[in-house]
Structures are given as structure tokens and as C-alpha cells.
């Protein structure tokens, strides 16, 4: 399966457990597919409000009008050299009106499905944490930062086991909760990960609440639970956080 096909099946929500996991393995080591995930979710910015019905027929009617264009501005060339160069500007041609097309497919306004949301706002973010250490003993900053190196990598299984560790030292530790709420996430195992968020907004305010609230909206979004995550979404853009925008988007698409 093609890259563009995959993150078709990505963007939509379609993938197995398996096809998910191998995904998200390739993000981590394929900087040109992160770049191609980045384009289509940059496209989708920018033309999520075009009529994409109206778009296609313009293409398609722009297509058929060129097909039948007379070749005067070669007509000084050799007839061979005519036809290769109209032949070579129509190939040219529904190569660009295929792609943009398929471009379209994925940008169009449509109604996804919250997986799909789910999906589409994932992985640009949780890649962005400062790595800090706030770990009262010093054997549980070192597991806390090895548990952050196994998560970067893409081995949340065994970080959750290392923030575990920490918890069951320092219950309080805000970071290592956090963390492993993104493993939970990453596991599939969202419930798990809504009580590691819910934990923290309990808590007195750090730097990891912000996203904790982001994080536990997406979770609520991922198990349909729309009126949740809407509120928590609706608090995070009233809050002016980080995530204000981002949040006002994955709020327009539950609408």
C-alpha cells in the first residue's frame, strides 16, 4: 500500500490495531511521511471551507476544453514534435486533476467519524512535550526519564511500566502521570488514560494541566462521548490555552 493510500486509511479512521501501530512506527522514522501526513492536515486548513462538488467540475470542464485545444501556438514545429508535446501536456494535465482531486478527498468538508478526528489530531502534538524532571528521588527521575526515552521511541508498553514505577514511589508525580496517560492512549486503553488526566485536574496547577485537559478531550472524543468532550473543548478555547485552536477545530468537526 502507497504512502497516500495509507494515510487516506489513516486520516479516516480505517486502520486495524496492527496497521495502527506499524503507522505510527513509520512516523517515527520517516520524516518524508510526517511531511506528507503535515500537508494533507495543512490542506485541510486551508480549503475546508471550499465546495469541493464545484471544485471538481471546474477541473474536470478546464480538462475537456484543453483536450480539444488547436496546437497554432506549435504550429512551427514538426507535426511528430506537435503531437508528442499536446500528448505530453494532457498526460501532464489529468496527472495535476487526478492529484488535486485525491488532494481534495481527503480535505473535503465532510462528516468524520470521531476516530477519524480522533486520528487527524493525535500525533502533531504529543511530540511537542519538553522533556523535565520533577521526580522527588533520584532513582525516580532517572526511571522517569528512561520511561520518556522508551515513549519518544514508540515502546509505550514498556514506558507505562516505568512511569508506573515512579507512580508507586511518588503517587503525585505529575509528569510520569501524564506520560503515562499518552501510553494509555497510544495502547488503546482510553479509559485508563482518562483517569491519568482526570487525576491531574485534581491536582494543584502545573505545566502539564493544559495539555492533560487537550489530551483528555481527545480521549472523550475517541469513545464518542461528544457532550464531555465538547465541554472540555469549549474550556480549553475560554481558558485561551495552547491548544485554543486546535480545540475550536476538532470542536467545528463534532458539530
Known amino acids: 500500500m502507497n ?67 488547436p496546437a497554432e501556438k506549435t504550429e512551427k514545429a514538426p507535426p511528430s514534435a506537435r503531437k508528442l508535446n499536446k500528448k505530453w501536456l494532457v498526460a501532464v494535465s489529468a496527472t495535476l486533476i487526478s492529484t488535486l482531486s485525491l488532494l481534495f478527498y481527503f480535505v473535503a468538508v465532510k462528516k468524520e467519524s470521531n476516530q477519524a478526528i480522533f486520528e487527524k489530531y493525535m500525533v502533531t502534538y504529543s511530540t511537542n512535550l519538553t522533556l523535565r524532571s520533577h521526580a522527588q528521588f533520584e532513582a525516580g527521575k532517572k526511571r522517569l526519564e528512561y520511561g520518556i526515552q522508551l515513549y519518544t521511541r514508540g515502546n509505550y508498553s514498556d514506558a507505562s511500566q516505568q512511569f508506573k514505577m515512579v507512580l508507586s514511589e511518588d503517587s503525585e508525580n505529575q509528569d510520569a502521570r501524564f506520560y503515562n496517560g499518552l501510553c494509555y492512549m497510544y495502547l488503546n486503553e482510553f479509559q485508563s488514560a482518562i483517569t491519568s488526566f482526570e487525576y491531574i485536574l485534581t491536582q494543584p496547577y502545573s505545566f502539564v494541566h493544559e495539555n492533560a485537559k487537550f489530551y483528555l478531550a481527545l480521549c472523550y472524543v475517541r469513545i464518542n462521548n461528544n457532550e464531555t468532550a465538547k465541554a472540555l473543548l469549549q474550556e480549553i478555547i475560554s481558558d485561551n490555552s495552547s491548544h485554543s485552536d486546535i480545540a475550536q477545530k476538532v470542536l467545528e468537526k463534532l458539530r
Open 3 to 69: 504512502s497516500i493510500s495509507r494515510i487516506q486509511k489513516y486520516l479516516d479512521g480505517k486502520m486495524s490495531e496492527n496497521e495502527l501501530k506499524e503507522f505510527r512506527e513509520d512516523l517515527q522514522k520517516d520524516p518524508e511521511l510526517v511531511q506528507e501526513l503535515d500537508l494533507y492536515r495543512s490542506l485541510d486548513r486551508i480549503v475546508a471551507s471550499r465546495d469541493e462538488e464545484r471544485f471538481r467540475k471546474k477541473l474536470s470542464q478546464v480538462y475537456a476544453e484543453f483536450k480539444e485545444l
